[in-house]
Nanobody, 115 residues
Framework: QVQLVESGGGLAQAGGSLRLSCAAS????????MAWYRQAPGKQRELVAI???????NYADTVKGRFTISRDNAKNTVYLQMNSLKPEDTAVYYC?????????WGQGTQVTVSS
């Protein structure tokens, strides 16, 4: 079992930045991939960014060039740097760990971007 705890959400103005953190209870280097998802009110949860164990990344088209996913294996922490925020980025952001056979989710952190 892996516990994931997100932090760093909050209120930002359009054009601003936030950095989300996801602290894992065990080594993230053993995970097949780490990812960030988001869910806006009335919408389905969607993939925002993913980082696999080999260091390859992929982003949703809506955040490419603005968001960056990274990790610190020594701290068992994954980050999501969000720049040039837009009101449509408003959502609950969830950390996800793909253990190969099991998938783990954090409790989510709210990000609200005002125009």
């Amino acid at each position: 079992q892996v516990q994931l705890v997100e932090s760093g959400g909050g209120l930002a103005q359009a054009g601003g930045s936030l950095r989300l953190s996801c602290a894992a209870s065990k080594s993230i280097s053993s995970m097949r991939a780490m990812a960030w998802y988001r869910q806006a009110p009335g919408k389905q949860r969607e993939l925002v960014a993913i980082l696999n164990r080999f260091g390859s990344t992929n982003y949703a088209d809506t955040v490419k060039g603005r968001f960056t996913i990274s990790r610190d294996n020594a701290k068992n922490t994954v980050y999501l740097q969000m720049n040039s925020l837009k009101p449509e980025d408003t959502a609950v952001y969830y950390c996800n760990a793909d253990g190969g056979g099991d998938t783990y989710w954090g409790q989510g952190t709210q990000v609200t971007v005002s125009s």
